[in-house]
C-alpha cells in the first residue's frame, strides 16, 4: 500500500498526477485543493483505489498543516510501505514589476508557494517519523527558480526558495536512521493555465512575452497529462533523493 498527500490537485499537472495515481488499487490519494474534483472520485471507484480530498485554501496554511499532521498521526505506522508528499500548488501574482502588485497579493503568492510547502512538509516529517515504510517529498519547482525572470519576482522567490528549503532538509534527514527522501524538482514546460496566463500579459511589464507565445506556437509545451507521467516515473526512480534539486529531463 502507498500513501500520496498532493497538494493543487483540483486542476492542471495535480489533478492529472492525482488521477494516474489514482489508477493503482493499492494507492490511497490524499487531494488538497481550494476546490473539488468530481473526476478523481470517479477514477477512484473505478480502480478501487481510495481517494479523500480536502477544500483548503494554502494561502491560510498553518491550519492545513495541522489538519495533516493529525490525520497522519491517526494512521498505523505499519498502514503504508511508502509515503509521498508532493507538494505542487503554487500561485502567480499579476504580471509585471513587484511595486504594481499588492501587500495582500504578494503574501498569499508566498503562503501558498512557499510557507505551505514548508509546514506541510515538516507536519508530514513529525507525524511519520516513527513509519516504518519509505517516505519522500517532492517538491515541484520550476526552471524560473534556478533563472530569474521580469515580471514574476514573488513566484520566482518561491521557488528558488523551495529549492534551498529542500537542500537544507534532505541534509536533515540525511542524519536519520530512517529519514525522508527529499527532491525539488523542475517539471519542464507544462501547458496549463499559468502559461495562459503568462502569454496573456502585457508585453509592456512583461518582456519575455514573446518567449512564452514561441513556446505554445512551436508545440514544445508538455500537456499535463505527460508532465504527471514523468513525475510518477520519477517517483518510481531508485535513485529518488540522490539530488535534492533536480530537473525531470535529468538523465
Not at 9 to 24: F, V
Request: hydrophobic share 50%; charged share 20%; glycine share 10%.
Amino acid at each position: 500500500m502507498k500513501l500520496f498527500v498532493v497538494t493543487g490537485a483540483s486542476r492542471g499537472m495535480g489533478a492529472a498526477l492525482a488521477e494516474q495515481l489514482l489508477a493503482d488499487a493499492g494507492h490511497t490519494v490524499l487531494c488538497i485543493a481550494r476546490r473539488g474534483n468530481d473526476a478523481l472520485a470517479a477514477v477512484a471507484a473505478a480502480s478501487g483505489a481510495t481517494c479523500e480530498q480536502w477544500q483548503a485554501d494554502l494561502a491560510e496554511p498553518i491550519a492545513v498543516a495541522a489538519r495533516l499532521q493529525g490525520w497522519l498521526a491517526a494512521h498505523d505506522a505499519d498502514a503504508f510501505g511508502e509515503a509521498t508528499l508532493v507538494n505542487n500548488a503554487a500561485s502567480l501574482t499579476r504580471i509585471g514589476g513587484l511595486e504594481n502588485c499588492s501587500a495582500e497579493e504578494l503574501s498569499s503568492s508566498i503562503r501558498v508557494g512557499l510557507e505551505a510547502p514548508l509546514l506541510l512538509t515538516a507536519a508530514f516529517l513529525r507525524a511519520t517519523a516513527g513509519w516504518r515504510g519509505e517516505r519522500r517529498v517532492l517538491n515541484i519547482s520550476s526552471g524560473l527558480g534556478r533563472r530569474a525572470m521580469a515580471g514574476q519576482a514573488t513566484y520566482c522567490a518561491a521557488k528558488a526558495g523551495m529549492d534551498h528549503l529542500s537542500r537544507a532538509v534532505a541534509l536533515d534527514q540525511a542524519l536519520l536512521a530512517n529519514g525522508a527522501k527529499v527532491v525539488s524538482l523542475a517539471p519542464g514546460v507544462i501547458d496549463t493555465d499559468m502559461q495562459v496566463q503568462l502569454r496573456s500579459a502585457d508585453g509592456a511589464g512583461f518582456p519575455e512575452q514573446q518567449a512564452f507565445l514561441k513556446l505554445k506556437e512551436s508545440g514544445q509545451l508538455t500537456s499535463s497529462h505527460d508532465a504527471a507521467a514523468r513525475l510518477v516515473a520519477y517517483l518510481g526512480r531508485a535513485d529518488f533523493g540522490a539530488s535534492p534539486v533536480a530537473d525531470v529531463r535529468d538523465p
